[in-house]
């Protein structure tokens, strides 16, 4: 029984003096490790607000492409009674509507390239956390 004390004892000893002598590693390794956790975390909250900033844009997208409609029916209602001006007036306001739904659109294709991107890089860094 003793035996088995002295021995269980001096295994314990051994690692003890083992781990006395890797104490700058597991700290250089804690570091890291509490590194790459917040930039995981920063790149999550930058992940949200581009799915946030996609859907406003393409919100926004729906409502010019409604408004550049609107605006063409105007148009339209005009020239049926032969009200130029007005035709002009409300084409011109068209145009604008379609402009920007189209540069709304180009933007939230732009964002969704940038999103899936950082969850590539995100789901890497979880990968390397974990490993």
């Known amino acids: ?29 804690n570091r890291l490790l509490r590194e790459m956790k917040r930039e995981a975390g920063d790149t999550k909250a930058d992940i949200r607000r581009l799915e946030e900033t996609i859907h406003t844009a393409m919100n926004r997208a729906e409502k ?43 933007k939230a294709l732009a964002l969704k390239d940038e999103l899936d991107m950082r969850q590539e890089e995100f789901e890497e860094m979880i990968e390397a956390i974990k490993g």
């Open 1 to 29: 029984m003793f035996d088995n004390l002295r021995q269980a004892f001096r295994e314990a000893v051994d690692n003890f003096k083992d781990e006395l002598g890797r104490d700058e590693i597991p700290e250089v390794v």
């Open 64 to 106: 010019e492409k409604g408004e550049g409609k609107t605006c063409r029916r105007r148009e339209q209602m005009a020239l049926e009674i032969s009200d130029e001006e007005t035709a002009r007036v409300a084409r011109e306001y068209a145009e604008k509507h379609e402009h920007r739904r189209s540069v709304l659109e180009h």
